[in-house]
């Protein structure tokens, strides 16, 4: 639908490119989820169109209620809040990937768009460049 | 505008879902090459091979070759190259997403 | 073509040796590599302490050599870095620690110079695993 806007809007300012960053892994084990968040906060810093698309077990960083304290790990689930104070409104989900995990929109701890699998393949064609997480 | 992906997968399709999650995002022109450990997926073994049927793939030779599958029944859908290509290729699609 | 890479495995990963590789061969092509940033575990090719085997390939002498021919700008993210002990001299005198490790050859900047590679190349490749 804004499809067309957004891609005028590139046109115009040529320094701003369609960033999509894929997040795909668990929250915890390691901190790659952790850093790949620190990475989309500082890409909408930069004032960069930036989509993030959460997919595969990368969905489980979604979940409410992370009680990570006992285990010693920062909670991901505070920074994701963070996302909306920093202007990051385009956030999807692969829904294939929830509904494989059984989540449902309310055991988010986000408003994410739930997309289906076409709509999945078109976000990603739309992005200038992808980083992988 | 619809960008063409070249999709790189370095997880052996044996061992997690790696393949599968890339294949769900794979459209018409874009590209899916194997490395590392992701050579695996060139085995006609491998439980998503009939999934690679016309679809664009490629695999890193030297991948194949390090892990002993040359002498392997290999998928003879997908084309074995080298570096050199690989550079090529990452210029020649648009954008590149690495699963991993 | 102007390039950069983005490395999150650490050099013990294939997926190290397999960005180096696509780095050289690109190098050689003709094409640019406008940055190399190493992140996650990828700050880890930033130690100037590693040692390899007498008989295995010496993937940070390597990028040392890659760096020198051809001015590379390797760039390791400094949060990530302090965190795995990757550190250079400004940053021990800061955390007030007697030793310091950052090879010559990379600097540690913030995700910034991440987002800057990725905005300025034509393409930007991730590497991990």
Known sequence: MSNSLSSNESNTKKSSKKIGIVMRHAPYGNNLAHEALDAALATSIYGQELTLIFMGDGVFQLLHQQESKAIHQKNLEKQLTALEFYDIEKVFACKHSLDERQLKQNNLSINVAAIETEELQQLLHEQDVLLSF | MKHSILHTVNQSPFSNNTLLQCLNTYTDGDGILFLENGAYAALLSQPASHLLENKTCYVIEVDLHARGLLEQELNADIQLINYETFVQLSTEYDVVQSWY | ?129
């Not at chain 3, 996650?40 to 993937?59: A, I, R």
Request: overall charge negative.
């Open chain 3, 1 to 129: 073509m102007i390039l950069s890479l983005a490395i999150h495995s650490p050099p013990s990963s294939q997926a190290s040796y397999s960005a180096y590789q696509f780095a050289k061969v690109a190098l050689i092509q003709g094409h640019s590599i406008y940055r190399v940033f190493f992140y996650h575990n990828g700050v880890y090719h930033g130690s100037d302490l590693t040692c390899s085997g007498q008989d295995e390939f010496d993937l940070i002498d390597a990028w040392k050599q890659l760096q020198n021919e051809y001015q590379l700008d390797l760039v390791a993210c400094i949060a990530a870095g302090l965190k795995r002990g990757i550190i250079d001299t400004t940053e021990a005198e800061r955390y007030e620690k007697d030793h310091h490790n950052l090879g010559n050859h990379f600097e540690l900047s913030g995700l910034g110079q991440l987002v800057d590679a990725t905005v300025t190349s034509e393409r930007l490749i991730s590497f991990g695993g």
